[in-house]
């Protein structure tokens, strides 16, 4: 119950989950983090710095997991 109240503070749109990514990123306009501006990082043939819905499918299937770490 806890987390479920705490989590309007965290997400941008004020709503209990999921998390987007400014919660915990910088983004932009389309809710993409600014780290997504790599020309390697497209998902069915569209950068993923330009489409929210890509970027997180992207992000589910190909990202490393690396327990919450930026990618150097």
Not at 2 to 10: D, E, F, N, V
Not at 15 to 25: I, L, N, Q, R, V
Not at 42 to 61: F, K, N, R
Request: aromatic letters at 10%.
């Amino acid at each position: 119950l806890t987390s479920y109240r705490q989590a309007p503070q965290y997400n941008p749109d004020g709503s209990h989950g999921p998390f987007k990514c400014a919660a915990c990123h910088e983004v932009n306009e389309n809710g993409v983090p600014w780290i997504a501006d790599d020309d390697e990082h497209v998902w069915e043939g569209t950068p993923i710095l330009d489409d929210y819905e890509g970027a997180v499918s992207w992000m589910h299937a190909s990202a490393p997991d690396l327990g919450g770490k930026i990618p150097e």
